[in-house]
């Protein structure tokens, strides 16, 4: 269901008296934002074992903006609907709804190139990448991204950066 967020809710203790408090509505417009950027590129950071926030900055820009590119139609601004805006500038900085069809290879060598990395370490800060944004953004727009992704991307959803990269 395109540009529905859905709903998704919080318990929230309140004295002795639990109250849900929506975190997102359904036919929401104004931005939602599940995790905040200093902590994104935190993380970022963290697990992709980077020495500097200026590089965790740089392997986010290279990944979101490749990903991008392989997104069609609204999913891009609905995916940067969720994410801090300094965040969500990455993905929306390419042509609207590309779509451009390529391997997970390519993937990977698109985000070498854009970051100026050799190929193993921008596959694991990719992997680290997708693996925040996996936790940033809720899981129904995640699986709206993998839906529009070739079989070849799963694994990258699926390994983290600590599993296994499936070939």
């Known amino acids: 269901m395109e540009g529905v967020l859905t709903p998704l809710l919080q318990a929230k203790e309140k ?5 849900e408090v929506p975190l997102a509505r359904e036919g929401a417009t104004e931005r939602q934002n599940f995790m905040q950027y200093d902590e994104f590129v ?3 950071q963290n697990r992709a074992h980077l020495g500097s926030i200026g590089q965790a900055v740089g392997a986010t820009r290279a990944t979101l903006q490749t990903l991008a590119e392989r997104l069609a139609g609204g999913e891009v601004k609905d995916l940067a609907s969720q994410l801090p805006r300094e965040i969500a500038f990455y993905l929306e900085q390419g042509p609207e709804g590309g779509g451009e069809r390529f391997s997970l290879e390519e993937f990977f060598n698109r985000v070498s190139q854009r970051e100026g990395v050799d190929l193993p370490e921008a596959v694991f800060h990719a992997r680290a990448v997708i693996d925040v944004l996996s936790d940033a953004v809720s899981a ?3 699986e709206d991204v993998r839906a529009q992704l070739p079989a070849d991307f799963q694994t990258l959803f699926e390994a983290g950066v600590e599993g296994k990269l499936r070939a």
């Open 15 to 19: 004295g002795s008296v639990k109250e």
């Open 42 to 44: 935190g993380q970022v």
């Open 140 to 142: 129904g727009e995640i």
